[in-house]
């Protein structure tokens, strides 16, 4: 049930509508269909579109890591040539 599809004062993507509504719904899983709502009759009508509207192929996509794996690869590398040093002693 989306009780809003604003976030801020913008509507949510209908891309992240669809994702939302098709974990919901257990998309794929063996009850086949989920159901999803709105709590108004506005918001349901985008709601339908976003469903029903087609997926846009990406043309491009990016990971970047995060903090916390960039802190994990400095350390390892430290830890390298912190070995590198002692073996020249």
């Known amino acids: ?3 809003t599809i604003l976030k801020g004062q913008d509507k ?3 891309t992240l509508i669809k994702q939302i509504a098709g974990r919901a719904g257990r998309m794929g899983s063996k009850w086949g269909k989920g159901l999803v709502t709105t709590f108004d009759e506005e918001s349901l009508e985008y709601v339908r579109e976003a469903v029903n509207s087609p997926l846009t192929p990406l043309k491009s996509a990016g ?4 903090l916390y794996h960039l802190n994990m690869f400095h ?3 430290r830890a390298i040539e912190k070995n590198k040093d002692k073996r020249k002693l």
Request: aromatic share 16%; no cysteine; charged share 30%.
């Open 12 to 14: 949510i993507e209908k």
């Open 63 to 66: 990971l970047f890591p995060e």
């Open 1 to 3: 049930v989306f009780s």
């Open 75 to 77: 350390e390892a590398v």
